[in-house]
């Protein structure tokens, strides 16, 4: 066993969906409080002086001021291939993906390519305190074997997929249904619960899947029962009036999803921005989860997440950056976007609603909510120190904010990777501000 190590600050962390338990029942906050950690797991949390009191004296403790404790961040839909062409002008969802998204793709035939921007990735959700995240690769095998091996290095908990595309997109970046299943399998015994990684079958929309593909799709769900299944659903009107065309027999987006048996438990349906409530009804009765991409959202002009009809419904939602058609690496970041998102809709986002959807709700739509998403003892110890005067704007700020719903609104607001002191992986700090 490695010797216990406490971390001394404010700490927050959720315990369940304000819609479910209410916002009292939410969450613990400790405003001097403890953390243990030890062989990458929490040990103890608690007010200082009550945790403190049940260590050996000479712990080891670090102490931190203004700073803020809370659990690592969990981002259910992002694209690491798309990091290096975030902040591509001008066009919505289908001409953005041929202008700019494919010819990106491409460059991810070339396995070097793939780790090195694995690497960058990475290291960019690791300063903005995103410690795990659903993550699509390219169609190329090797690529997404280059981001499970940089992710490995890191003891990342992360869960990605290679891109099953079998047609309407470049011939350069196209399989077939048959590579693309063999080449899943193969990703799926080498890296699926190898270490703390994770497998998602990864169809990349209805328009560029066969119903081969799709078939063989389901069939690999089928086959593994642990495995997960990502893919985008409903973002565009256009986009949906292509599906509706493609496929006459089905009724409707999500109908064609669930023909091919794709729903489910460890499915993650990213933007759900076009929804009826039948569908709502369906992905709640599967079990499936909805991820919220509001920077995406309003970068696409793709359209306004209605949040309180998947609340009605039951629905499992979380955040997604969705970078590169989201703009921020930054939950915080998208936190605030949502916000206004909501408020569009007469909606509002209480702050302990947006952490918990940051980190616990990320965590319970996945199925990983015995390991992680809050920092309850037992629970992988992967976390985040903010710094609450991260900027002089910052610190004038929360020196007039008077309580814990408005230091955390300040932080939604106002906060990005700036505000990321230290982030901790399995107990080891892999990112340190400055350092
Ligand atoms: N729909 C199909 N592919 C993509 C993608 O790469 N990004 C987004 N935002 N939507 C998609
Ligand atoms: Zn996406």
């Known amino acids: 066993m490695t010797q ?3 971390y001394r600050a404010a700490i927050l962390h959720s315990l369940g969906d304000p819609a479910r338990v209410g916002l009292e029942a939410s969450h613990a906050y400790y405003p001097d409080g403890v953390l243990v950690v030890a062989d990458g797991h929490v040990r103890d949390i608690g007010p200082a002086e009550e945790v403190l009191a049940r260590q050996p004296a000479d712990i080891e403790l670090v102490r931190f001021e203004h700073k803020l404790i809370t659990s690592g961040f969990v981002d259910t839909h992002i694209h690491f291939t798309q990091t290096e062409m975030i902040a591509s002008y001008g066009e919505q969802l289908l001409d953005w993906l041929n202008n700019y998204t494919f010819p990106e793709e491409r460059k991810f035939a070339d396995p070097d390519h793939a780790r090195r921007v694995a690497g960058l990735f990475l290291d960019e959700l690791l300063r903005n305190g995103t410690t795990t995240a659903m993550v699509f690769g390219t ?11 940089e992710s490995d290095q890191r003891n990342m908990r992360m869960i990605a997929g290679k891109v099953l595309m079998d047609r309407h997109a470049p011939d350069y970046l196209l399989d077939t249904p048959e590579s693309g299943y063999a080449d899943s399998k193969e990703l799926i015994e080498r890296w699926h619960n190898q270490g703390r990684q994770l497998y998602a079958v990864t169809p990349r929309f209805a328009p560029t899947s066969t119903p081969e593909q799709l078939t063989l799709a389901g069939r690999l769900l089928a086959e593994y029962d642990d495995v997960y299944m990502q893919t985008h659903l409903s973002e565009n009107r256009k986009e949906i009036e292509w599906v509706a065309e493609l496929f006459p027999e089905q009724n409707g987006y999500l109908d064609v999803y669930d023909h091919f048996g794709l729903l489910g438990e460890r499915s993650i349906f990213a933007h759900a921005v076009h929804l009826d409530d039948h569908e709502c009804e369906r992905l709640h009765g ?16 793709s359209g306004l997440f209605n949040l309180a009809r998947f609340e009605r419904h039951g629905v499992n939602v979380s ?5 590169g058609a989201g703009t921020s690496f930054s939950l915080l970041q998208t936190m605030n976007e949502a916000y206004k998102v909501l408020q569009l809709q007469q909606q509002k986002l209480h702050p302990l609603k947006a952490f918990y959807l940051a980190t616990l709700g990320g965590a319970e739509s996945l199925r990983l909510a015995d390991r992680i998403g809050n920092l309850e003892v037992g629970k992988e110890a992967d976390f985040v120190v903010l710094d609450l005067h991260a900027t002089p704007l910052m610190q004038a700020r929360m020196n007039n904010a008077h309580n814990l719903f408005e230091q955390l609104f300040v932080l939604m607001m106002l906060g990005d990777d700036r505000v990321v002191a230290e982030t901790y992986v399995y107990g080891n700090c892999l990112h340190r501000k400055n350092a």
């Open 139 to 149: 169609v190329h095998k090797a690529a997404v074997d280059a981001f499970f091996s």
């Open 319 to 323: 955040l997604g950056t969705d970078v």
């Open 286 to 301: 599967t079990g499936s989860g909805v991820s919220f991409c509001a920077t995406s959202n309003l970068f696409l002009g």
């Open 4 to 6: 216990p190590k406490a």
